[in-house]
C-alpha cells in the first residue's frame, strides 16, 4: 500500500471523503475517538430533558388528612370530593407538578400535557433542525443552537406558575432539545470510515443512557423540589457549549464538502491525519459530489430535499422508516414513563431501567459489526413487544399490574430490547440516506418517534387504572414495527453516498423498488 502512494506522489488525485478517510487517515483513529466523545456528550443533556418529567411530573403515591372534616368523607380511599385544605399529600413524589397544581380526579389527564406537548415540540424541533443542519448551519452550528436553547428552556420551566404556562415551557424544550439527538448522531458517523458507522452511532446512546441514570441520582437530593431538579440540569449544557462544543468540535468534512468548501473539509481531514500521526499528501483533492440529472432540465432548480420526495425509491424508504418510528417511539418512551405503574420505588425502578440500556448500548454496538441491520432492528422489536405482553401475564388483579418482581424483570428486558431497535434505527436511518439529505431524513425518522412518543404519556395516565391495556399496547406497536421494517434494504459495509442522484447510480436505484429481503449493492472493501 505505501509503494503505491509513493508512486502516486505528483499525480493530481481526486478522492472521496470514504478513501481519504480509509487510506489516509484512519477509519477510526484517536482524533475521529475525541471527536465522537465530544459530540456525544451532548446526549447526556438531551436525555435529562427528556426524562426529568418522570420525578417532576410523578403521581403522588399517598395522602392524609389534616383536618376532622376530611376523614368521615374519605371511606372510599380517594381524594376526590374533599374540600382542599382538609388533607395534604404526603410519602413519595410529594413535591410534584401533580401534587402542586392538584392534578387529580377529574384533571388527571392534563398531567400528560407537559410531556405530550414536549414531543410535539421535538417533532416540530426535528423538522427545523433537520432542514438547517443540511442547507445552512451546518451539524456543528445546530448542535451549540440547540444546546443553549435547552439551557434556556430548562431553566425556565424552573419558573412555572400553573400548568399552562408549565406546558407551553416544555414545548419549547422539545423544539429547542430536537437539533441534539439528530445532529450529534449524523456529526459523530460522518467523520468516521464505513467498518465503524454502527459501532460510532452507538456511542451517543451510551451517553444518552448516562444522563438517564444520571436523573435518579440528581433528583433524589432534590425531592423536595422539583423546580431545583431543572434548575441544576439546566446548567449543564451551556457548560458544554462553551467549553467543549466551540473550542474542540470540528464540523462534518462530509457536510463542508457537500456545501462546496471542498478546501476547508480537506483541512478537517488533514487535522484528523495529523492527530493520528499520518499524513494526507498535498496532490490530494476531494471529489465533488456528482448531481448530474440524466439530462432532466426540469429537476436543476430542485433543491436535495425537494428532489427527495420526487424520488420514489427515497420516497418510499422514508415512508418505511417513518412508520416503523412512530412505533418504536411510542414503545421505547411509554415503557420508560410507564414505570410509575409498576408498584415499586420510583428511583429503583428508573435506576434498573437507565442500567439495562447501558448493556443494549455494548450489545447493539458489537452486533452492528457482525450482523445485519435489518435482522438486528426487527428481532429486537419482536423481543421488546414479546417482553411486554408477557408484563401481562405477570401481572394480577391484586397488585394492580405493579409489584410483581417477575412483571419487573420483563419490564427491565423489555425496555432493554426496545433500546436496543431505539438506536439501531438511528444507525439504520443513517445509512438509507446521502449526505446532502441524510439530516433531514433523520429529522423526519426522529419526528416518527417523537409523535409516538406524544401519544404515550396519555397511555401511561390510563395506565394507572389499566396496566395491562398499557403494556399490550406497546408491544403490539413494537411487533408491528419489527414487521414493517422487513421491507427495507439491507445497509451493512455499504458506502455513505453523498448525493441522491450518486446512490441511485451508484445502487441501481432507477426502478424505484426494492424487494422485500434485497439488499443494496455494496462496493469492495
Not at 475 to 500: F, I, K, M, Q
Amino acid at each position: 500500500m505505501d509503494e503505491e502512494k509513493q508512486e502516486l506522489v505528483g499525480k493530481k488525485l481526486q478522492l472521496t471523503v470514504d478513501e481519504v478517510l480509509e487510506g489516509y487517515v484512519g477509519s477510526f483513529g484517536f482524533s475521529q475517538l475525541i471527536q465522537v466523545l465530544l459530540v456525544s456528550l451532548a446526549r447526556i443533556f438531551d436525555s435529562q430533558s427528556t426524562l426529568v418529567t418522570i420525578f417532576t411530573d410523578a403521581q403522588p403515591k399517598s395522602w392524609r388528612c389534616v383536618s376532622p372534616e376530611c376523614g368521615s368523607a374519605a371511606a372510599g380511599g380517594s381524594v376526590c370530593g374533599l374540600k382542599a385544605g382538609t388533607w395534604e399529600w404526603s410519602g413519595e413524589n410529594s413535591s410534584s407538578t401533580i401534587a402542586e397544581w392538584g392534578l387529580v380526579c377529574d384533571r388527571r389527564f392534563l398531567a400528560a400535557l407537559p410531556t405530550s406537548v414536549y414531543f410535539l415540540g421535538s417533532l416540530i424541533g426535528s423538522a427545523v433542525f433537520g432542514r438547517l443542519a443540511d442547507a445552512s448551519f451546518g451539524r456543528k452550528k445546530s448542535v451549540l443552537i440547540s444546546c443553549l436553547l435547552t439551557s434556556i428552556t430548562i431553566f425556565l420551566t424552573s419558573l412555572s406558575s400553573n400548568i399552562w404556562i408549565y406546558s407551553l415551557l416544555r414545548f419549547a424544550n422539545g423544539i429547542s432539545r430536537a437539533g441534539i439527538g439528530i445532529c450529534c448522531l449524523v456529526l459523530s458517523t460522518e467523520a468516521v470510515g464505513r467498518k465503524w458507522r454502527g459501532q460510532v452511532s452507538q456511542y451517543g446512546f451510551f451517553f444518552f443512557a448516562t444522563g438517564f441514570l444520571s436523573i435518579p441520582l440528581i433528583a433524589y437530593p432534590t425531592r423536595n423540589c422539583w423546580r431545583n431538579l431543572y434548575k441544576i440540569i439546566s446548567f449543564l449544557p451551556l457548560v458544554y457549549s462553551i467549553f467543549v462544543l466551540i473550542p474542540f468540535v470540528s464540523e462534518s468534512p462530509r457536510w463542508l464538502l457537500v456545501r462546496g468548501r471542498s478546501e476547508e473539509a480537506l483541512e478537517v481531514l488533514r487535522n484528523y491525519a495529523r492527530i493520528n500521526g499520518k499524513e494526507i499528501p498535498s496532490n490530494i483533492t476531494l471529489l465533488e459530489p456528482s448531481s448530474s440529472n440524466n439530462g432532466k432540465k426540469d429537476e436543476n432548480t430542485l433543491s436535495p430535499i425537494e428532489k427527495l420526495w420526487t424520488t420514489r425509491w427515497a420516497v418510499r424508504r422514508m415512508a418505511l422508516i417513518m412508520f416503523t418510528g412512530f412505533g418504536i417511539g411510542f414503545m421505547y418512551y411509554g415503557i420508560q414513563l410507564n414505570v410509575e405503574n409498576l408498584s415499586f420505588n420510583l428511583y429503583f425502578t428508573v435506576a434498573i431501567n437507565a442500567t439495562m440500556e447501558i448493556p443494549a448500548v455494548f450489545v447493539g454496538s458489537f452486533l452492528l459489526g457482525t450482523t445485519n441491520r435489518r435482522r438486528l432492528f426487527s428481532t429486537s422489536a419482536f423481543l421488546a413487544g414479546a417482553f411486554c405482553l408477557f408484563c401481562i401475564v405477570f401481572s394480577t388483579e391484586k397488585n394492580r399490574g405493579g409489584g410483581s418482581l417477575p412483571q419487573l424483570m420483563m419490564e427491565a428486558l423489555g425496555f432493554m430490547a426496545a433500546a436496543t431497535a431505539f438506536n439501531v434505527l438511528y444507525t439504520y436511518c443513517v445509512e438509507l440516506f446521502p449526505t446532502n439529505v441524510r439530516n433531514f431524513a433523520v429529522s423526519m425518522m426522529r419526528q416518527a418517534l417523537m409523535l409516538g412518543a406524544s401519544i404515550s404519556p396519555l397511555l401511561v395516565v390510563y395506565g394507572r387504572l389499566s396496566p395491562s391495556l398499557s403494556f399490550f399496547v406497546f408491544g403490539v406497536s413494537s411487533v408491528v414495527s419489527g414487521l414493517l421494517s422487513l421491507w427495507l434494504p439491507e445497509t451493512r459495509n455499504a458506502p455513505l453516498y453523498e448525493t441522491l442522484e450518486q446512490q441511485e447510480e451508484e445502487e441501481g436505484l432507477d426502478l424505484a423498488c426494492v424487494e422485500l429481503g434485497k439488499n443494496v449493492q455494496v462496493s469492495p472493501s
